[in-house]
């Protein structure tokens, strides 16, 4: 007689529960994708380190006009909270400390990718895409390029357009954000 797999999906609102409870160790490095616990790939330093150029960046050319949220969850349904490396949310005064942005309120979500290169271009852009997200950008460390996707649908992304190093990548909703690719990629240390 064949088992059957049992597997268990949870809802956003019960991924939030366990990590207030403490069923996930503090430095889990997980995420909720379809009702799934998903663990995310490790961060190695030219990640940390374009994270941090990134975190820059986006702060002094957004300051308060804009929440830049660093690794931090977005509630894009009631099974799906990722956690991308940036959401550039509408400015709320709480800081989104009362509860995490949804589609509604983002302007732009932003991976930085090498080892998760295939899981954002495929799997993550497609959930973003299917969800609203307006604009979604990858950092690509691999080739030193940034891919922009816009104009979302339940199929994905209309468009998707790859940048490099002579270009700046320029968002379509948030307003004065254009980042120059050559300044994610800086050539010494």
Not at 34 to 55: F, K, Q, R, Y
Not at 67 to 93: E, G, T, Y
Not at 114 to 141: C, H, M, N, P
Not at 167 to 180: K, M, Q, R, W
């Amino acid at each position: 007689m064949a088992t059957a797999s049992l597997k268990h999906q949870f809802s956003s609102d019960q991924f939030l529960r366990m990590a207030e409870v403490g069923i996930f160790p503090p430095d889990a490095r997980i995420e909720l994708l379809d009702g799934e616990i998903v663990p995310m790939s490790p961060i190695g330093t030219s990640h940390a380190g374009i994270v941090n150029i990134l975190t820059m960046l986006l702060c002094e050319a957004l300051g308060r006009r804009w929440v830049v949220a660093v690794k931090n969850p977005i509630k894009l349904s009631r099974m799906d909270m990722p956690q991308p490396d940036f959401c550039i949310a509408k400015w709320r005064n709480d800081r989104y400390g009362n509860h995490h942005p949804t589609p509604a309120d983002i302007g732009l979500v932003i991976e930085v990718a090498d080892s998760s290169l295939e899981f954002d271009t495929g799997v993550k852009r497609a959930l973003y895409a299917a969800s609203g997200i307006i604009e979604y950008w990858v950092v690509d460390l691999v080739h030193c390029t940034v891919e922009q996707s816009t104009l979302p649908g339940p199929s994905g992304y209309g468009i998707t357009e790859t940048h490099g190093m002579i270009d700046s990548v320029t968002a379509t909703v948030v307003n004065g954000l254009s980042v120059p690719v050559s300044a994610l990629f800086p050539s010494e240390a």
